[in-house]
């Protein structure tokens, strides 16, 4: 088993071009989530899915959009890309009873 | 909604000393406290947890506490060594679907 996959693992982007940033679970839970990590801020929330069909937004979803294309796939998308989405992306997923388990990350840099 | 605040941001100990990490949080409706450890250029992984009907739990070296009272609870690792070098992270949420709220983490530097 893979776990939770995530690509790219690294992406330049210039200010305003857009991306989508795939994440993909062979853990066959129902939730799923996207965080972004920057120096000294922790990991905060940006959306989650608490089920296939269900979406909502984290505690910083402004500039982002998200996808949950089937019970495997959560896809975020940065439509018009600035420097402040400049961060390392973790997508986790997770089911009720047991621990969130996260990606690798992508790390992104928006110039 | 729930905050979570993780003190100290960086700690420095000599090897084979004791670590504490310490996270209040605000909800207290939170009943589920995981903690996680970063290393560098890697993702989170969880190496301890503990619900809201226990005030501790231990794993060989590590330990965690909690005051459900207080809304605090602490990470302790004992006879740290080179390789508990890390960023660590604590976290609330009520148990189920509810998302994490992490703590901002601590650097911990265990020096030889």
């Known amino acids: 088993n893979a776990g939770v996959t995530q690509t790219p693992k690294f992406q330049v982007l210039k200010t305003g071009q857009s991306m989508t940033l795939q994440c993909a679970q062979d853990?066959?839970?129902?939730?799923m989530y996207w965080y972004r990590q920057d120096p000294g801020m922790g990991l905060r929330l940006i959306y989650y899915s608490a089920s296939e069909g269900t979406t909502d937004k984290g505690e910083v979803p402004n500039g982002y959009n998200v996808s949950r294309l089937n019970k495997r796939e959560f896809s975020l998308r940065l439509e018009s890309a600035a420097p402040s989405q400049t961060s390392v992306y973790f997508c986790a997923s997770s089911d009720p009873g047991t621990v969130p388990y996260f990606g690798p990350g992508t790390r992104l840099t928006v110039t | 909604g729930e905050n979570v605040e993780q003190h100290p941001s960086t700690l420095s100990v000599q090897e084979g000393d004791s670590a504490v990490i310490k996270c209040t949080y605000s909800d207290s409706a939170s009943n589920y406290f995981p903690w996680y450890k970063q290393e560098l250029g890697k993702r989170p992984q969880l190496i301890i947890d503990i619900r809201s009907n226990v005030g501790e739990k231990k794993d060989q070296r590590i330990a965690v506490t909690l005051n459900k009272t207080a809304k605090h609870f602490s990470l302790h690792i004992t006879e740290t060594q080179p390789e508990d070098s890390a960023v660590y992270f604590c976290a609330a949420a009520p148990w189920g679907n509810t998302p994490l709220v992490f703590g901002k983490g601590t650097r911990l530097s265990v020096i030889a």
């Open positions: 853990m066959n839970h129902n939730s």
